[in-house]
């Protein structure tokens, strides 16, 4: 282990972990803080923009709306953090909604919040990363230029990082993350001592800019509808807010409450960067139109295909600090690197879930394991490759993106504060003490409120968005609900055919006896090694069994049998059709048909190489073989390896990756000690 | 065998053959003909107008070398064939080129030949497909209209075919064959009756057009080194000359008598249509140019970039039977039927040359195999992918194509030719029979001249089109040559390392002892049949191995464990990162440690399921663990099936695949019989 490779490794990521240390690597409130909320509060680096923009399709009049809008935000922000601080002192285990949902409503809502929550984590990758390209490019105009392809190579970035299992770090987390709040709250107080003591006009990139209203004097249920899409749109805000309800394991103690603290923390900045934000809009007169290339006007003329709209937050900082002056860019640079951070969350959260419906047999068992490093890549892969899809598919446009978005969120808040209630309807029918009575109903109540509320977010954005692209979210989450289920039916089915009996059965009744066969081709190292081996077996007879492909060599086997006197029988298989599969099932079935009671076992040599390439020239007649052995009842198959030198390299490798990391694993909290329970089964 | 899904695969392709009535797929001659000299007779189609396009350089005037390059190319031609029927009687194995030049110059030269005609079948699947795409559209514009997408099509089209194991059939290819050349005939006949008796004047659509020379007056060396050029391109008809050689043995008695009958009725049938083509192509005024977008005036003017030239026997056939008539279009269609079967003659051939390298280890054994279905599919998918690049690279265009063409044949024609010379050489330092050594002396003569002839021709087109394409053939063959050289150093290292040692040795000699584990996760048949079947084996030690990843299961294991009183003991190992692998291997690592003479038997029960999918929710652990431990020194690993019911689907399926064409099977002849010889190695 202390091999000198290791030691860039070491200094980069740290000591390996073991159990006894643990403990050490719960995350303290002020880590959990950027670990868990990256992703709510990165995300108001694009939805005031979102309102602006839904906005300005009933002319720039319509932005006095925006205040309006902003104040249902934060009313909808606290309520959601209110119920999901009732969640996080319920279910402190880390299943999050899913658990909540699947506990109390029942395993297809549980599932329907997981599908959910999976189309969520693909969109978190896609608009996130969309939306740093955009605020990156405010300050680099290369970036923003060639959008779809940056936006593209920071996935394969983060994919390949966390394939190669670089481990989720708080303090990497922490220092971008606290540098774009104080950032964002230094330019709002800049900006408010700017206009308000000393009294400045700031204006903003595109204050002297008009919009042409695509809809002129819209009022009554028209101006309501773009109300409520704009509405919708600045629901973008609350995405991720329930990553700190999966992530309680992982906190120090107290957990539940250093987790709902933590989550009145995050709500608090948010909603006050998400006002500061519209605020200062309003103040540097922000102009931002859904199509700018018609829409947008300057000097009379329609700015056209070429403009860059930039991100509401870089046009306001712009106006606050001067345009690429030294926190111009600074906070430009930190809001693209919080949104990288945002999409990195998914690339944990993805795979942890994954793991938990794994659990539940939604999802292949070896998700379940932790470190089985093959089955988290498919994960990130998955995540990755439908990411990077869609934002081909949309041009990297987060405004397209966001449209996408929050639906499954909803989906998930509803259901999971909808199972809160449920459950502290359960217990309140057996609780008796008073104080705790009074909590459970204060809980229930703001529970019930949260489902409301959500609830009706939820059908709002459906029918706000459904035709601009929220069809498409729930398009995923049909296709992940579809798939999870088939599988969880097979598990089901083949768990129900594989059940042992009680009481004997033809499984546990012996056979009467063992046939085994050594298969040679010709005489070398590994045969010999198999035939020593099989002689150890003590089964009821033996014997060894070659092929007749060419018969020149086949004469040339018999002989050296004979001359190095081997005492195991030698039988010989014509095959006038050159192939070798056949015959032996043949010889096989026959063996089996002579005598029904009778296992045979099949003893093949092979060859253990060290590379890919080398394992495609060696073996693939014995792989064949054995896959078609397998298929033949009251058959076994053993394999004797031979390890030629360069099986080496292959076993470094194999040591290599029993070291990785899988992603996910600091915010699902250490793994469990030996002999506790893991997590309970909804 | 008698299922009802196999009628109407009895209907299409025959009854699945049986050894005893295998002397009935031998070739009749008429068969053979069609089926072995597709793709030199086709290349009738192309190689008269390759030889104009090249004079055209030099300007219409060019036009009258023509003649004299025909004859060039008549004489060359009688060459070949006269050396290649020595080669048919002296090596009627069907090793062809690689196996001559391999037994008399050495691996090498033999390592040569097959890389250049690896490299030829490749350039055959591109040149006829692209050709064959360009003679239909002469009939069909739509196909010349979307050239590349047609010829791709094609190529995917015959490789499902060949996948799909459909066989060669001899008659199949005889019809296309027969008419093509009937037609061809018909048309010489015709027009020169029209020509000669009735002293018509026959117009080509492209005889009022004018060629504008690229360079004006040539004369001297540049005249000379143009011809050699013109020269070179007309030697595209004689590729596939060599393809009658590999296919000895599928003759009917007496084989190398039949086969060099056939040559030789090949060899005329092929001059007297490529001189009748290219005397009908002067006698119609046939303007052709290398670059027609430029050089081609039609009343004056370019005829510019949407001008599309059509092949020569097409402008012929107009000219004689007059455009669209039905003559016209059967021809047409007949000539691109042909050149589709010559590129699945590439098919046929590929694979059949890959398993004779795959004997002598220059390419992985398994090829070797006849009907290894898995193995023969990547050689063709090889094959169809290389073809495809190049006619995507080359627009499929036919005449740039052919500038890749001919080098491979002419390597392997010079090397195969001066191989026959040493043979000879040999035969007669023993022969003493006055009459034998006559007839040896006249072979060597007709073989030295061969080697000469086309070693020169080797070096003409080395020389004249290295610069237009020709090098892409060269780096191709290096990278066959290449490869298959490190393919066979590979098995030759691997060979010396598992020699067995005279002796007895460390393989040798028993290990003392055999301690059995079998693994458990749970208890159910499976895991019951496994303990059944390990207690079979009778093994000094014997115990169930469990992995505890999750408390609560391993506790329901123990106490289902006792409850069922199950004999053997169980161990749990635990594992507090819920891995599974690592602890198992430690836990087999530790017990060689502890006893290094022992060997240790681990066990894994395993479900079979029947599809691809399944298997992937399954086994998981269990097959990376089979991976890990087969690197571990002293461990066999046996696996105990456990047959779900889908599995039934999967059995089906192997035995269906087992009903396999291999390509090539017609042209190898019929499977050597139990006890007699394959052939020779060189």
Redo the contacts between chains.
Sequence with gaps: MSKLTDVPKRILIGRALR?DRLGETLLPKRIALPVFASDPLSSVAYAPGEVLLVLSIAGVSAYHFSPWIAVAVVVLMFTVVASYRQNVHAYPSGGGDYEVAGTNLGPRAGLTVASALLVDYVLTVAVSISSGVENLGSAVPFVVEHKVACAVGIIVLLTLMNLRGVKESGKLFAIPTYVFVTGVFLMIAWGAFRGVVLDETMASPTADYEIKPEHEGLAGFALVFLLLRAFSSGCAALTGVEAISNGVPAFRKPKSRNAATTLAMMGLLAVTMFCGIIALAMATNVHMAENPAKDLFHDGVPVGGDYVQHPVIAQVAAAVFGEDTFFFVLLAAATALVLFLAANTAYNGFPLLGSILAQDRYL???L?????R??FSNGIVLLAGAAALLVWVYGADSTRLIQLYIVGVFVAFTLSQTGMVRHWNRHLRTETDRAKRRHMLRSRAINAFGAFFTGLVLVVVLVTKFTHGAWVALLGMVIFYATMSV?RR??DR??D?????EGP?D?????S??HSIVLVSK???????AL??A?????DTLEALSV?????ETRALNAEWER?GIDVPLKVL?????????PIIEYVKNLRRESPRD?V?V?IP????GHWY?Q???N??AL?L??????T?G???????????S?EA??KR?RKR?EWNAPGSVRRGP????????SKQP
């Design positions: 159990s292949p068992r070896q379940h394991t932790r470190g089985d093959l089955a599988i097979h598990y083949v768990a055919e594989i059940a042992a009996p059965s499984d546990m009744v012996r056979p006896r063992v005489i070398h190292r590994p045969t010999l090694r020593a081996y002689k150890l077996m003590r089964t007749n492909v060419d018969a020149a190095r014509d095959s006038p059709y050159r192939e070798i599969t056949r296992a076992s003893i092979e060859y253990v190489v080398e495609l020239l060696h693939q007649s064949r054995k896959g078609r052995l397998l298929f009842p058959v076994m198959v053993t394999s004797v390896p031979y390890q030629l030198q099986s292959a076993k194999a029993s793994a469990v000690e030996p002999g506790k329970e893991s």
